[in-house]
């Protein structure tokens, strides 16, 4: 690979001119009836929909522009409408006139600038949106691709596994789990479809799920089984005794984020490997659950644990640890990361189908995510940055706020 700069440009002088955010709201068609597994308030009483919290059907973009013409696209897919008022009202003057080339600088600007108040959750959202606009200037002038300057190419392509299976109906559960298979993914996650409050028989039920899943892909593709938070230890410590003989790559987010000790408990009562860090931010929080012990698999989203900046860092913790990078998601700021570290074996893949619970909606707003074929993600060396450019057509079904 060569680094070719097809033009001179002064580093020094280049300085960010602006930064917009749109806010894309959802208006179309949704998929719920099929949709059903646990949460973290599925386990509370008095529950109508448990889901209803964890449905999010808008999703923020961030350009940043500089005053030389390049325009780097970030996102947030966490609280979008929130995320975007930290950026408008707090983050924005901290850049406006600073040099994007310098991330590590700006990164600890806008974090410092907001601890009083951020270190997790929306603030983290909104400084990891920008994060990932700046590496996209980078990549643009420089002309390599964001996964160049973060360490290169470690893999010939990026291997996947299938996430969806979100149906209770064990028949479509299994239709679902053969085509992808046919498709040549070599691995799947379902999710937990019965929460804690229908007790023992709802724990055989998730037990029978993953054991159609098992039975219909066979020994050689690997099963997962995301539990989103829904459980406490008593129940989670009984299911993993239960799913032992289906030999799973990782259970998921078993127990809340910040009960790190019971992780910690649980890891050591069990062979199947731990995943979790969907919801955890920075390397902060990254190096707890690494002194804890507490998990086997680190699932950070970069647009939410504080962008290439963070990810990065992290990564290089885990993987001195023997700890796994698999972001959550399977967008363009994630396939970044997994193609640049040895620490990260594959990558999650959301398809694109109708909305369902909100994680399909950047198929409908970006241009240039890749697709899978046979299993497996293929990063193009020749396109600069992140590679991705907004749609400005078929738009009808959003709602754009600036």
Request: hydrophobic share 40%; with cysteine; aromatic share 12%.
């Amino acid at each position: 690979m060569k680094l070719i700069f097809k033009q001179s440009i002064d580093m020094e002088t280049i300085k960010i001119k602006s930064i917009r955010t749109k806010l894309y709201q959802w208006t179309g068609p949704v998929i719920t009836a099929d949709t059903i597994f646990a949460t973290p308030v599925s386990l509370l009483p008095f529950q109508v929909d448990s889901q209803a919290a964890y449905r999010f059907f808008s999703w923020l973009v961030v350009e940043v522009e500089t005053e030389n013409g390049y325009t780097g696209i970030g996102n947030a897919g966490l609280c979008p409408d929130i995320t975007k008022a930290i950026i408008d009202t707090k983050l924005q003057s901290l850049l406006i006139g600073e040099n994007p080339l310098n991330t590590e600088y700006l990164y600890e600007k806008m974090y410092r600038s907001t601890v009083a108040y951020g270190r997790k959750g929306a603030v983290l959202a909104a400084i990891s949106a920008i994060d990932i606009a700046l590496w996209d200037i980078k990549g643009k002038v420089m002309q390599q691709p964001v996964f160049v300057l973060l360490g290169g190419r470690t893999k010939e392509s990026i291997p996947t596994y299938y996430s969806r299976l979100y149906t209770r109906d064990l028949d479509k559960l299994q239709q679902e789990a053969e085509h992808y298979k046919s498709l040549g993914f070599k691995g799947m996650k379902l999710r937990c479809g019965y929460p804690l409050t229908d007790g023992i028989a709802g724990m055989q039920k998730n037990i029978e799920m993953v054991d159609v899943v098992r039975r219909t892909v066979g020994d050689d593709v690997e099963i997962m089984l995301e539990a989103y938070m829904g459980f406490n230890f008593s129940y989670a410590r009984q299911l993993l005794k239960k799913l032992e003989p289906y030999n799973l790559r990782w259970v998921e987010e078993l127990l809340l984020p910040d009960e790190i000790h019971l992780f910690k408990k649980l890891k050591q009562n069990t062979d199947i490997p731990l995943s979790g860090g969907e919801h955890e931010f920075t390397r902060f929080g990254f190096y707890d659950l690494i002194k804890a012990n507490a998990l086997d698999i680190f699932q950070f989203d970069t647009n939410r644990v504080g962008g290439f900046t963070e990810a990065q860092k992290i990564c290089t913790l885990a993987y001195n640890e023997g700890i796994e990078i698999i972001p959550h998601g399977g967008q363009m700021h994630n396939l970044h990361v997994v193609m640049s570290s040895f620490a990260s074996p594959m990558a999650e893949y959301f398809p694109q189908t109708g909305i369902e619970v909100g994680n399909e909606l950047f198929w409908y707003i970006f241009d240039g995510e890749v697709i899978a074929e046979n299993g497996n993600l293929q990063l193009d060396d020749n396109k600069p940055g992140m590679g991705l450019t907004l749609k400005t057509e078929n738009l009808e079904n959003f709602k754009i706020t600036q």
